[in-house]
């Protein structure tokens, strides 16, 4: 049984940082695809950061919304099988539930939801201004 688990939500003021952690547990090693993403209240989920583990390092294959460049980052502990988003300098308009999500992607990971299969079940994020 696959099992996202994320921590680290809270709030924050703005300009601050956050790390959030997911741990994941029953994964298959095809599950390549690891993404951060956030809906915020009458939004629609967004991506904000995916890592290819399948592309090695503490860093992997990375990906980042516009949005979210320079301020975020998104690494990955292979031995712990965990996925990490390191956010700094944080705006109000962070301010969501954060979800990492798992998938496959035989050439390479995209921020589509639908190839995430596995979801965690969220963490939230405020930032205060």
């Known amino acids: 049984q696959v099992q996202l688990v994320e921590s680290g939500g809270g709030s924050v003021q703005a300009g601050g940082s956050l790390r959030l952690s997911c741990v994941a547990s029953?994964?298959?090693?095809?599950?390549?695809?690891r993404a951060w993403f956030r809906q915020a209240a009458a939004k629609e989920r967004e991506v904000v950061a995916l890592?290819?583990?399948?592309?090695?390092?503490?860093?992997?294959?990375?990906g980042y919304a516009d949005t979210v460049k320079a301020r975020f980052t998104i690494s990955q502990d292979i031995a712990r099988n965990t996925i990490y988003l390191q956010m700094n300098s944080l705006k109000p308009e962070d301010s969501a539930t954060y979800y990492c999500?798992?998938?496959?992607?035989?050439?390479?990971?995209?921020?589509?939801?639908?190839?995430?299969?596995?979801w965690g079940q969220g963490t939230q994020v405020s930032v205060l201004s």
């Open positions: 999500a798992t998938g496959y992607g035989r050439v390479g990971c995209d921020g589509a939801p639908s190839r995430y299969n596995y």
């Open positions: 029953g994964l298959s090693s095809s599950n390549n695809c």
């Open positions: 890592i290819n583990t399948a592309s090695g390092g503490i860093g992997g294959g990375t």
